[in-house]
């Protein structure tokens, strides 16, 4: 079945230590996005792809940062995490374009815990 | 500021009657709506979308009203089942959706008595 992969499902690290976080996809889609999701809280966006194009949401952190090396991965590294960093991230795709083409489709997300 | 609201946290209703969520936006340049549906441990999936031209739009037992005037949606889930249960984000795009950004609000959970 085509889908949104995140690896690691569950993520534990320390105050300062670097983290990545993985998300594939086999939909072929344009875009992908990376959301930020706190506990009893909406999911937030942080950034996405369109292709290559690199769109940074205005009030993300410079703490986080995104790379995608290819269509099929994406990829959510936090320089230095905070214990304001511990959440949910969720990645998404969607075909982008044309008029209803905004349906995203989500992985499972990457539970992060900051001790 | 939150521009897409939800503001029952929660909601509990018996098998067989309707489920009511109700969503409330402030962004007027919005104009596609979706809702998304979310079990634990598992990411959330698309339910059902409508346009701001449409006041609107049914899928089996899900129904999708928009009220542009109001800046308000509602899903209706008739019959509600207990595979139901889950919690139901509410999102909202400009730019006609075909480009980002979903605004989601925080989500009602929905449980479904048998």
């Known amino acids: 079945d085509a889908m949104v992969i995140q690896n690691p499902r569950y993520q534990v690290t320390q105050f300062g230590k670097p983290v990545t976080l993985s998300c594939s996809q086999t939909?072929?889609?344009?875009?992908m996005y990376w959301y930020q999701q706190k506990s009893s809280q909406a999911p937030k966006l942080l950034f996405h792809?369109?292709?290559?194009?690199?769109?940074n949401e205005a009030d993300t952190p410079d703490n986080f940062q995104s790379r995608r090396p290819n269509t099929s991965f994406c990829f959510l590294d936090i320089r230095s995490p905070g214990l304001g960093d511990a959440a949910m991230y969720l990645c998404?795709?969607?075909?982008?374009?044309?008029?209803?083409?905004?349906?995203?489709?989500f992985g499972a997300g990457s539970r992060l815990t900051v001790l | 500021d939150q521009q897409v609201k939800q503001n029952s946290p929660s909601l509990s209703v018996q098998e067989g009657r309707i489920s009511i969520l109700n969503c409330d936006y402030t962004?007027?340049?919005?104009?596609?709506f979706l809702w998304y549906k979310k079990y634990p441990a598992e990411g959330p999936t698309f339910l059902i979308s409508?346009?701001?031209?449409?006041d609107k739009n049914e899928d089996g037992r899900f129904t999708v009203f928009l009220n542009k005037s109001a800046k308000h949606l509602s899903l209706h889930i008739v019959p509600s089942q207990p595979g139901d249960s889950a919690v139901y984000f509410c999102?909202?795009?400009?730019?006609?959706?075909?480009?980002?950004?979903?605004?989601f609000g925080k989500g009602t959970k929905l449980s479904v008595k048998p």
């Open positions: 998404a795709t969607s075909r982008g374009g044309s008029f209803g083409a905004n349906v995203l489709t």
């Open positions: 939909l072929n889609h344009n875009v």
């Open positions: 792809y369109y292709d290559k194009d690199f769109n």
């Open positions: 962004n007027s340049m919005f104009d596609y």
């Open positions: 409508i346009s701001s031209i449409k």
């Open positions: 999102a909202a795009s400009g730019y006609g959706g075909s480009q980002g950004n979903l605004i």
